[in-house]
């Protein structure tokens, strides 16, 4: 699980319901915040309009794509370099078709595919072209789930807002009551009320986490790349290392160096 997302969503519920019943009514002031007509208008409009903008097979998936920012991403820089630099240590000792039998134990289909391009014989070109445009297309399949998000933050005050107006109009045809328009001004409210949670408590924060996942991901592929292709090429394991380290932020390198002493013993076999 990734505490991070889990933690910030329910501090953010936390607050919010301390800054409800930090009045005079205390508790009992949530419920003026309640009010299901302002809820089906906020939510149903702003997740309507965004139905218009895709399919409903990409809809749903997008919906789905909530879970994954409640899971860590299974991205380990520091493990995929030293995976990296094994290989190329096999590739040396025993050539490159030796490499299909260890690609039988990685789990990362990505750098699965490339390793079986090598071993194929693939000119070097034609492996990165090929890999690098697997990367590309599952960039931009992540571009239209972030993008999906980005327009539910977008729909959702300008709903709340249409629901803001909606109870405006009613209130203002009836005015006769004067009692009544502070009332009913706060219920026209609520609406916007939750067209700004809608925005920046969930969808913001969320396409922001799956915009970061993204980076990351794409950034570790670019290090499959260049890694498989050095491979290729014959490169000694430490250059490749080398290579791959500038990568790594400053913190990555420190936890990759916390296992040099493999590192050691696997360039030694020039």
């Known amino acids: ?28 002031a949530i419920g003026s915040f309640i009010h299901l007509p302002s809820v089906l208008i906020t939510f149903g409009g702003a997740f309507s ?23 860590q991403p299974k991205s380990d820089d520091a493990a995929t370099i030293k995976s990296i630099i094994e290989l190329s240590n ?10 299909e039998e260890a690609a039988n134990e990685l789990e ?29 297309c599952i960039e931009d399949r992540h571009k239209k789930v972030i993008g999906f998000y980005d327009n539910v ?6 709903w709340g807002m249409i629901g803001t107006l909606i109870g405006l109009i009613n209130m203002l045809k009836n005015l006769q009551d004067i009692s009544s328009v502070g009332p009913n001004m706060s219920t026209a409210l609520v609406t916007t009320f939750y067209g700004s949670l809608l925005a920046n408590w969930v969808a913001t924060p969320v396409a922001n986490k799956l915009r970061l996942n993204n980076s990351t991901e794409i950034m570790l592929k670019e ?40 590192a050691e013993g696997i360039g030694g076999g020039e």
């Open 1 to 28: 699980m990734d505490l991070a997302t889990i933690i910030g969503l329910i501090a953010c519920f936390a607050l919010m319901i301390f800054g409800m019943v930090t009045g005079d009514q205390g508790f009992a």
């Open 153 to 158: 933050a977008s729909m959702g005050p300008a």
């Open 90 to 99: 096999i590739a040396r000792k025993e050539g490159l078709l030796a490499l």
């Open 223 to 262: 290090v499959m790349i260049e890694g498989l292709l050095s491979i290729q090429a014959g490169e000694n394991p430490r250059v490749i290392e080398e290579k791959l380290k500038s990568f790594l932020s400053p913190q990555h390198r420190n936890a990759l160096m916390e296992g040099d002493g493999d």
């Open 49 to 71: 309009s965004v139905l218009i903008q895709y399919t409903l097979v990409d809809f749903v998936n997008s919906l789905k794509a909530f879970r994954r920012t409640l899971k």
């Open 108 to 136: 990362d289909e990505f750098m699965k595919k490339g390793i079986l391009l090598i071993v194929d014989g693939t000119d070097p070109e034609m492996v990165r072209s090929i890999m690098e445009n697997e990367m590309i």
